[in-house]
């Protein structure tokens, strides 16, 4: 499917040396068309006169020469489109995503990850995602924390410690084991995997710009020390060492890592295995109930308002009535380390809330005013949903999935419908 990316880059590369060594006839050139169209830009016969100069000014001549796959390409590819985490508050991310990943890509399987818990009913949700390959809900259990996995990891910053980040790294890795699952049982490769959070509130679709050959993907900020880890697009070799997070530390140890947080652990992840990343900005945000400090300082984290225009590449966030915006988010993400979770802010992309307490009241309609009605009826579908809906649902779900391992409907229902 991917026709030879190598070819494309080789000639781009051949066509942008020409390009710099003929820049003293190109500008010329670049004059003469400028003049040419300006002079005839009243007959409009539909031939655009500064095609020849975009064409030039597209290509990526400036640094790394990525080959950039269009929409076509992509559909007609395999994607396992990844989604991890509890469902927590799905009624307001899960729609956004499958608009805005699922049925931008309708050729893609979804595959999902979750641990059960109260929310697991949420996902009656995904009954109207396109392709769902795989739905994995388990019950959670300790994982085993040996002295490899203590050595290298870190407990610091991380809420549940030690075992909260191996049960992280246990769904994510966990996904690709479902992968690959499906894909030795139907004799076929994937082209890309799209890994992303269950707690991820899309507000625009993902590009095409997104899906980078031999490259991994990940979204600026929120780095933490590392790779932020909210979000990673690669082909199949790429992902697969990427996905790979509990397998992998072992070799962390023996090349000597630790203390390591999980966004440092990905980046060691990736460069010891020679994996390179690029960074793009993704119109995301992880939807967050935690409490934050506000302002953030040097090492605080800064909450995005969910109205935010974005792109924010996974910052935190919450629907809040903005507290911060123009010159104070300038302010306050100055005095925010670059290195840890500063996010980008420029040109009115960001507005803050001011997390230190819970929710506001009211957040229900400053919701559905930024997510519009589609959006708006799906959380009402899920806050007023009754047992029989959820069980349907729920059914309508396991019949659409080609793999499917959960406990029973109504055990997912009841936990998530009955007061305890
Ligand atoms: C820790 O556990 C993992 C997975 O069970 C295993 O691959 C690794 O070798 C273990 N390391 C040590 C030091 O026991
Ligand atoms: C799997 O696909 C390959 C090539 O696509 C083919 O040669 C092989 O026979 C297939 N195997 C099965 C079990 O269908
Ligand atoms: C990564 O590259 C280095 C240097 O080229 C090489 O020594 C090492 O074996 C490579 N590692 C892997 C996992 O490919």
């Not at 985490?85 to 890509?105: D, H, Q, V």
Request: overall charge neutral; hydrophobic content about 35%; glycine content about 8%.
């Amino acid at each position: 499917m991917l026709k030879s990316p190598r070819k494309f880059v080789a000639v781009t590369k051949w066509v942008c040396e020409i390009n710099w060594r003929l820049t003293g006839l190109i500008i010329p050139f670049v004059l003469f068309i400028i003049f040419f169209s300006l002079h005839y830009s009243t007959t409009s016969n539909g031939f655009n006169a500064f095609y020849p100069v975009e064409f030039f000014l597209r290509l990526p001549c400036s640094g790394e020469s990525d080959h950039v796959l269009n929409k076509e390409e992509l559909l007609r590819s395999k994607i396992a489109v990844c989604l991890v985490g509890g469902a927590r508050r799905f009624e307001l991310t899960g729609p956004s995503i499958i608009e805005n990943i699922l049925k931008e890509y309708p050729n893609s399987d979804l595959f999902l990850h979750s641990p059960l818990d109260s929310d697991t009913f949420k996902f009656s949700l995904l009954k109207s995602a396109p392709n769902v390959a795989g739905v994995r809900i388990f019950h959670p259990q300790p994982l085993p924390e040996n002295e490899s996995y203590v050595r290298v990891l870190t407990a610091h910053n991380s809420p549940n410690g030690i075992q909260g980040l191996l049960q992280y790294f246990n769904l994510v890795e966990g996904c690709l084991t479902m992968i690959r699952s499906h894909q030795q049982k139907n004799n076929f490769t994937y082209d890309w995997v799209v890994r992303t959070r269950v707690d991820g509130y899309w507000n625009a679709p993902l590009g095409p710009q997104n899906f980078v050959p031999g490259k991994y993907l990940v979204p600026p900020g929120s780095s933490y020390g590392g790779l932020n880890d909210r979000l990673g697009i690669g082909d199949l070799t790429t992902s697969t060492v990427a996905l790979s997070r509990l397998s992998l530390i072992p070799q962390l140890d023996s090349a000597g890592f630790n203390n390591l947080n999980s966004e440092a652990a990905f980046k060691a992840q990736l460069t010891t295995q020679n994996v390179t990343h690029v960074a793009k900005r993704l119109p995301f945000c992880v939807v967050s109930d935690r409490r934050y400090d506000f302002p953030p300082g040097q090492f605080g984290v800064p909450v995005a308002a969910l109205s935010s225009p974005g792109p924010l590449s996974g910052a935190k966030c919450r629907p809040c009535t903005a507290v911060c915006q123009g010159l104070c988010v300038e302010t306050v993400m100055e005095s925010v380390e670059k290195g840890w979770s500063w996010t980008e802010w420029e040109n009115g992309v960001l507005e803050l809330c001011d997390a230190r307490e819970g929710w506001e009241s009211g957040w229900e309609k400053i919701f559905d005013g930024v997510a519009g009605k589609k959006l708006a009826r799906a959380k009402k579908r899920i806050q007023f949903m009754k047992m029989g809906e959820c069980v349907e649902d729920f059914q309508k779900l396991r019949k659409r999935s080609t793999h499917w391992s959960a406990p029973p409907e109504d055990e997912i229902c009841t936990f998530g419908l009955t007061p305890h």
